[in-house]
């Protein structure tokens, strides 16, 4: 698998959803900050992609996102399913450039 490059790594297709954005909301409050979800809030490798690093002790926010995939039922039909995927996100002021 390629590594994803920086513009990749700010760009959301899917897996938007008012519940994350207001949980970030929520937290990006308690921190103090004015990040935005989807703007401000990336995982771990994101960041890392962007060229960041989060800073040692830092606390990330836990969402479960919804991943939709398609499988074959026992009849030969395509069904679409979606299923939970746990995940963590940090704010742009608990990152700092990589290296630095």
């Keep these: 698998m390629e590594a994803m490059t920086a513009v990749q790594a700010t760009t959301?297709?899917?897996?938007?959803s008012l519940t994350s954005e207001?949980?970030?909301?929520?937290?990006?409050?308690?921190?103090?900050?004015q990040c935005e979800a989807y703007?401000?809030?990336f995982?771990?490798?994101?960041?890392?992609a962007q060229g960041m690093q989060?800073?040692?002790?830092?606390?990330g926010v836990h969402l479960t996102t919804w991943i939709?995939?398609?499988t074959t039922d026992s009849?030969?039909?395509?069904?679409?399913r979606v299923r939970p995927k746990s995940t963590t996100v940090f704010c742009?002021?608990?990152?700092?450039?990589?290296?630095?």
């Design 12 to 16: 959301f297709e899917n897996g938007r």
């Design 22 to 33: 207001v949980a970030l909301a929520v937290a990006a409050q308690e921190h103090g900050c």
């Design 39 to 41: 703007v401000d809030w």
């Design 43 to 48: 995982t771990y490798k994101r960041w890392q």
């Design 54 to 59: 989060v800073r040692k002790g830092e606390h």
């Design 68 to 70: 939709h995939y398609t």
């Design 75 to 80: 009849k030969g039909n395509e069904v679409e």
């Design 92 to 100: 742009r002021c608990q990152v700092k450039a990589a290296g630095a």
